[in-house]
């Protein structure tokens, strides 16, 4: 079986991610094993929980969602990445200061750089976009 | 990790003041910490990131031009820069950098093509 | 080895195409995805075709169709996105120059 | 609202499938809404968001360049393209849009010389 | 006295940031009523109430705080880009459904495309960064 | 009117200090910031001074020095970021070129 990684970096309102979900769409249909999905740079702002998109766009947030829920599809978020860029998953809470809070949507994994590194060994290729 | 004899490529493509271009060598160096072949390459205005004297603190930046000395700590010993990119702008070989071999496009693409991997930032 | 470039910008906005146009080599493969379909109408391409008229290069329809741009078949094959997955694995490595 | 005799120019120099373009088409409508007296320009890459018979919806992306027939409602009249950004880039004068005034590099500057604020997207 | 208003378009991270935090501050200095900054496009990222950037590097969000609270500079962000990029004052409370959150930060007033007419009409000179 | 011309991109990389240039009048200004600085040795700059030797131009001396760029004072004027806020006023309006 063919394996496959992708890299994004790029963010979740840009148009060019359109493309990329479309494209591990069609490896997917094409019976390509999609070992994971690295989001890099501004690409990590595609793990945000909170993106409302307008109902008649294209909802990129709910596509990869729908990617790992039904495919699933790994999806890594590079927290270093992340939190410069204003995501966390340990945000403290103001009402309750013993719990944590995160605004990563729960259908990404809260990974390091050493995930893409993972990926590039158990991968035949690797794409970015 | 699972074994991998593949050779990674990192392309650098953006001048210094820039946080792709930092972001580029945190992923080297994370490539390079696990014990993967990793080659840096420079082209377009990724060269300007070799250049000497610059002043990053100047514009309030962390200078991580200084992290690029740790690449040899972790074996990353090629590093290519693309000659008609330094000869485009002007730029003598003045690196901060020893050991950068400045090559052809031909023979800088030829390096490239040894690669299994490329990741362009 | 062989690389398959994925060229994603224009030329007539960014220099990222001239540098793709240098690295690639005969065996190699070009496709042009989102706005790198109008580079099909950049001086760069016409050159790098004349000096290369045996790379393979393709171009995404759909992508083209979006934006008007009309490519002749004699320049570029048109592909679609399931293809372009299949390409991937006929080369050894892409290059995203975006 | 304050009062404000102010002409605003946005200047566009994104290519068409790209959120910069639809974010200041957003702006120029909005400066419109308010009674503002707003032109548009298209420069470089902008000049590809006048082009007939484009086809958003084929890669997903909602058609904003409609909204562009709402302009006149808001009185934003002046529409200027830049000849050489058209000419360089092989595009005939085929525009969706009624009254777009296609003008030499120099008419073009001259024209955004006569605005008091100028946003560029 | 001279007043000015500042459109930004370039998210936190991004070091193009620091060049117009620099000037918007050199503006107060000189004496310029600094009437507002706008957010706008990847700059409402700015906007975001969870940014933790190294402490070795320039603390952007800080900066913007500062300008706020210790010179009065108004903050504006445009709520349509922001929901768009992950940034909203209206999320709903999993636990307690009846509150909403915000992760927009509080030195930062939540606005519309209108705030950016205002500001025009308001400032003798705008200034995009 | 007059336009305050501020530069923050490199010609090197991308096509708006070309457009820049050509919506340039005799009385407008222009300054080169951020990557804008090294604009300073591309040809686009070169012509551009040779042909509007008496246009005024700056770049900020720090995004320079930053970058290990020199920038011959004849071609172009070293200011601070307090020079540009009182430039900004000094002109009618501003364009951002980035």
Redesign the interface.
Known sequence: MQTLSVVITTPPCSYSTITAIDYINHAIKAGVNVVGVFFYQDGVLNASANIAIANDEYQTHKHWQKLNTEHGVNLHVCITACEKRGLSDDIGDTVNTEVTQSNISQYFTVSGLGELVELTAKSEKMVQF | ????C?K?AI?N?S??????SK?AL??AL??GS?E?STSLFF???GV?QL????????????DYLKTMAALAFYDIENIYA?K??LV???LAEGFHLDDVQVLS?DA???K?????????? | MTILHLQRTSAFDKNDFAQCVLSIKPDDALVLIDDGCYNASHSLFINFKKQNPTVAVFHIQEHAQARAIEINHDQSSPITMAKLVELTFQYNSTITWQ
Request: hydrophobic content about 35%; overall charge negative.
């Open positions: 990790m699972s074994e991998s593949k990674i392309l493509a001048s210094t003041i820039n946080q792709a972001e945190d992923a994370i490539y696990y993967q082209q377009g205005e300007r250049i000497s004297n610059q002043q990053l603190e100047t514009v309030h930046v962390k693309c008609a990119s485009e702008r002007g496009s800088f693409s030829d490239l093509h040894q690669h299994n991997v490329i990741l362009r930032f």
